[in-house]
């Protein structure tokens, strides 16, 4: 039979270079619209089935690997593999530095396989996780706007405001090949909703949190790594958006100047570094030691609560005054937004697909542990 290889789905990216040999599938990773901000035409993120595989022996080349947006994160990579996109594994992977191929091996054991660079998070899947989140008891859902695509941009709001309650924001996936961050999020949601969960009702009584998974649901369905449908970078948008490039922040900081923000997280996944860690904002201009003692709060809590992560590896620290203000963690928002606390959390591409289980993973979703963290930041004196 016949190999046929298919990325016409929600997250697909590759193109067939020469597929007609099983043990010699020759692809390339279809890059993003150019990126003037970045200067470059990013490209990573693969999602592709083959069908016709039962039985085979598979090998599998990404040609222009070596000419993606990160070639230092392919040492150690492993791909990952589904049958029914509901439970991943990883397969024997092999990087080759001289010629700048990927390669992957697997013994297929069905008519058809999925490979991606990490476990996708579906618009289905947001779509079901938005109905659910919004049916349940203090949970309001608001449309701020739509993409450049015509998607809604959804943002849950988990709680009510009121005098003296903190206003807490937390967003994903403004690089839609980040796909980790919303398994983060919904996670998050999950047990933030759960009227059994004595540590998220505590922290309900002293926050209310604003909630959006999906910053870029155009990235995300075109399959791209880093840009939204007309090649900006969302996360280098925050001191300029407009409606014609990045329209995705400029309805986000809209709605978060309407409302305020006491803490702002970014929820993000990494390449390179094989470490899940968090981020601060000391190189912005309003850094004092009120948001170093909150950031300090914020970051020990977590760690402690959350053994995943891990406070020493991680970005190098700006120095004062010297950090790119047009990132979401440090921008935000030049008014009332500006001395609220802000933290970028990471996830490594490496973690959280571990070997577990003889290989496989049933579900990716994070159990999240930052309702403890945020706790003990609302009942410090100095937020």
């Not at 990927?102 to 618009?123: L, R």
């Amino acid at each position: 039979m016949t190999v046929k290889v298919s990325a016409r789905f929600d997250a697909g990216n590759v193109e067939v270079v020469d597929a007609k040999d099983p043990k010699n599938i020759q692809l390339k990773i279809r890059p993003d619209p150019y990126c003037k901000g970045d200067d470059i035409t990013h490209f990573q993120w693969f999602h592709f089935r083959l069908t016709g595989v039962q039985n085979e022996h598979l090998v599998v080349k990404l040609v222009n690997a070596g000419k993606s947006s990160f070639p230092k994160a392919w040492p150690g990579y492993r791909a990952c593999a589904s049958y029914d996109l509901k439970e991943w594994f990883r397969v024997n992977t092999t990087w080759d530095d001289k010629t700048g191929v990927i390669e992957m091996q697997h013994m297929s054991n069905h008519d058809a396989i999925y490979f991606a660079y990490f476990p996708p998070y579906s618009y289905v899947r947001h779509q079901e996780l938005i109905a659910r989140i919004h049916a349940k008891k203090n949970v309001r859902l608001e449309v701020i706007g739509e993409t450049l695509d015509g998607y809604d941009l959804d943002v849950l709001r988990i709680g009510h405001p009121g005098k003296n309650k903190r206003v807490i924001w937390m967003v994903a996936r403004q690089h839609p090949g980040e796909a980790m961050a919303e398994w983060f999020v919904e996670g998050f949601l999950d047990r933030l909703t759960d009227p059994h969960d004595g540590a998220s009702m505590r922290v309900l009584e002293h926050a209310v949190f604003y909630v959006m998974p999906n910053v870029n649901p155009d990235g995300s369905i075109r399959g791209h790594l880093r840009t939204n449908a007309t090649g900006a970078n969302l996360n280098r948008e925050w001191q300029e958006p407009t409606l014609e490039r990045s329209p995705e922040v400029y309805h986000l900081l809209k709605k978060m100047d309407a409302v305020g923000c006491d803490l702002f997280l970014d929820i993000h996944g990494d390449e390179e570094i094989p470490f899940n860690f968090l981020a601060g904002s000391e190189g912005i201009p309003s850094f004092n030691e009120r948001l170093r003692e909150l950031q300090n709060t914020f970051m020990t809590s977590f760690v402690r609560a959350s053994p995943d992560f891990q406070p020493k590896a991680g970005y190098t620290v700006d120095e004062p005054g010297k950090a790119n203000l047009a990132i979401s963690s440090n921008g935000v928002s030049p008014y009332q937004l500006w001395f609220c606390m802000r933290v970028h959390i990471q996830q490594s591409k490496f973690v959280y697909l571990t070997v577990r289980n003889a290989g496989r993973i049933v579900q990716v979703r994070v159990v999240c542990r930052l309702h403890a963290p945020c706790a003990d930041l609302c009942n410090h004196s100095a937020l």
